[in-house]
């Protein structure tokens, strides 16, 4: 949220105030415990893409909102659905009927892209192929997909400016109201603004939804109730004190201009409207802010170093049951931050974030700091992964009959058209490759139906998250290659050791699967 720093830090009874809970009174961890270490629930795990070993990383640093501050998506994205729908109608021209229109917050999942110009809403594998397509809510028939989108001489990129990536939990609802217009352009095609073309659609969408960002209207609610809009997670304060009492330097770096007053104390630095993820380029030539915690007002700083107002020295917040001072900055961009935390390889930093582009994969592609990722989604999706493991199983194992079969057509048939035989021998393998046929049109029937039975466990329209079919979806892929580390929630942290070595699983190619089966 793009608001006063003010507002925070000079209101220190504001809406976070509740949040952090318990000031970091140590209960014994789950991986101390005298046993030597419980098993971790399969929800809460860390999971590994590239070996990480803490006590290599010098300081850990955190995005805050919807990575510290657990957003509820049910009541927070209803919030900027409800305000973008007012700024279409008012300030957009579009009709009034909007207004009346409501929120399904679980129907768009991370990870889908928007066909900004046809109206239609993908989902596609890692490979960018769309596998499930929808125009508005319309499903799109298999030829309307391939038609489409099915050819495979000119791959399209699937990015902006004619996409738009629903890769953070932030965009659930402009999506909803994306396939919404789009929906309603196409039975009411009078009734909305004659300029508007679906891509104009989404570019009013996008204004409208940024607008309430910027304006305050969600900051404004969510101040007044914060536990109707924020989670609290108490293991939040305990995790930081832990990686700070283990040696690591702590921050924050967050696009939103406010923070949560009682973590402050356990950061070295916090860095506001940091404008990511333009921040993480080394040629950003912003000015760094330092933040006078007490008013709101912003200092001038020499790249970081105080620079003394006249008849004033620059005075730092110094926080209750810490001695250093909490230096509170804005703008500014990661040359500042490795200057001020003496960083001097990237590596020696891990960010932990939510937001895969702007948070995980440019701070990982442009500087290679190490990176986790948190995806609030996945403690769900382990879980049925889980309970669906036998399903998986007989799934893989009707696939294999259906392939199975599928040569042995071809083997039949191929001996009925090159072989010499009698008619005899003829009309038995023609029943014979008959029976095969029909077996195999009831193995694939029933393996297609088992699987989007089993998808839509997941997800009654888009299926497992990290998977397209058979395929890792685009998201996991984009999570495989850029997230060394990723969990469902910031806190499992503090379920590991601060200087765990964590490494990754064996990876397999399909022609060691069948001989290496784990
Ligand atoms: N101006 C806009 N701000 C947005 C939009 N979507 C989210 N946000 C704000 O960004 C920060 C994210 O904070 P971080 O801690 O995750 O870096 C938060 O304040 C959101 O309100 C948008 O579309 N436009
Ligand atoms: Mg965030």
Not at 43 to 63: E, H, P, T, Y
Not at 149 to 172: C, H, K, M, V, W
Not at 287 to 309: A, I
Request: with cysteine.
């Amino acid at each position: 949220m793009d608001e006063s720093y003010k507002t925070i830090i000079g209101d220190k009874t504001s809406e976070f105030q509740h949040m952090a809970g318990s000031d970091g009174v140590q209960e014994p961890r789950i991986w101390s415990s005298p046993e030597g270490g419980r098993k971790i629930e399969i929800g809460k795990q860390i999971f590994c893409n590239r070996s990480l070993n803490m006590r290599n990383i010098l300081a850990v640093g955190f995005d805050m909102d919807y990575t510290l501050a657990q957003y509820i998506p049910e009541t927070f994205e209803s919030l900027a659905y409800e305000g973008t729908i007012k700024k279409l109608v008012y300030d957009l021209g579009y009709p009034q009927e909007l207004l009346g229109w409501s929120f399904d917050w679980k129907y768009m999942v991370r990870g889908l892209v928007l066909d900004k110009k046809r109206g239609n809403i993908l989902k596609m594998d890692r490979h960018k192929y769309v596998k499930v397509a929808y125009h508005g809510f319309q499903e799109m028939s298999k030829e309307e997909k391939v038609g489409t989108y099915g050819n495979t001489l000119i791959r399209d990129s699937f990015d902006e400016p004619d996409y738009a990536l629903i890769d953070t939990l932030f965009s659930l609802a402009e999506a909803y109201l994306f396939a919404q217009l789009v929906d309603f352009k196409d039975s009411n095609p009078g009734k909305i603004p004659e300029r508007a073309d679906y891509a104009r659609m989404y570019k009013d969408v996008r204004a409208a939804v940024d607008s309430c960002h910027r304006d305050g209207t969600l900051k404004q609610t969510v101040t007044k109730d914060p536990r109707r809009y924020i989670n609290e997670d108490t293991s939040i304060v305990p995790m930081l004190k832990m990686l700070r009492d283990s040696g690591h330097s702590t921050f924050l770096v967050t696009n939103s201009r406010a923070c949560n007053f009682d973590w402050l104390m356990y950061f070295d630095i916090v860095i506001t409207g940091s404008a990511k993820p333009g921040f993480f380029h080394e040629d950003n030539r912003a000015n760094l802010f330092e933040v006078e915690p007490e008013s709101g007002m912003l200092r001038n700083t020499d790249n970081g170093t105080p620079m003394p107002q006249v008849g004033n020295s620059s005075p730092r917040i110094v926080l209750k049951k810490s001695n250093a001072p909490c230096q509170i900055f804005q703008g500014g961009s990661v040359g500042h931050l490795h200057k001020l935390l003496s960083i001097e390889s990237s590596s020696q930093v891990l960010y932990v974030g939510d937001h895969i582009y702007g948070d995980i994969l440019r701070s990982k592609k442009v500087l290679g700091w190490r990176t986790m990722l948190v995806v609030p989604e996945l403690e769900r999706e382990v879980k049925l992964l889980w309970s669906l493991r036998n399903s998986r199983k007989l799934l893989r194992l009707m696939r294999n009959e259906r392939d199975q079969i599928e040569d042995q057509i071809h083997h039949m048939k191929w001996f009925l058209k090159f072989e010499d035989l009698n008619v005899d021998q003829k009309q038995k393998t023609s029943d014979g490759i008959d029976e095969l046929e029909s077996r195999r049109d009831q193995v694939r029937t029933s393996h297609q139906q088992d699987q989007r039975e089993c998808h839509q466990k997941f997800h009654k329209i888009w299926g497992q998250l990290m998977k397209t079919g058979y395929q890792n979806s685009r998201f996991a892929h984009q999570v495989e290659r850029f997230a060394c580390l990723y969990t469902s929630q910031v806190s499992n942290l503090s379920l590991y050791s601060p200087y765990k070595y964590y490494r990754p699983c064996e990876d397999f190619m399909p022609h060691e699967f069948d001989i290496l089966p784990l």
